[in-house]
């Protein structure tokens, strides 16, 4: 796994999941489908629109190299510094990555 809300890395990932639970109805972390998918995707959808707001215009040529020269970005999952570079194009890395084990009641927590 890359994210749980078991073990929050930042503050808003705490805040997040706050907002996450008030605009779903749920109550608790294994109640939501997919966390890490949702904060991926939160993530990715913000780094996208800097890129495109740092282009002025829709082109993928454009985009791709707007998102290789991204700076600093306070996501969900972490800080990204420059996530992504031409020799490089995952924003994640071997870092990001832990063991985790499903439980009926609690989803995918964290190993200790």
Known sequence: ???????????????????????????????????????????????????????????????RDAMERLGSHDGVVRRYESPFTPDRHDALSAQDVFFARYHAQSGLTPEE
């Open 1 to 63: 796994q890359t994210f749980s809300f078991h073990k929050p890395r930042t503050e808003r990932a705490k805040t997040f999941l706050e907002d996450v639970l008030a605009s779903t109805g749920k109550t608790k972390i294994s109640e939501i489908d997919s966390p890490a998918g949702i904060v991926h995707a939160y993530d990715l959808t913000w780094l996208v629109a800097k890129a495109l707001a740092s282009t002025g215009r829709v082109d993928r040529a454009l985009l």
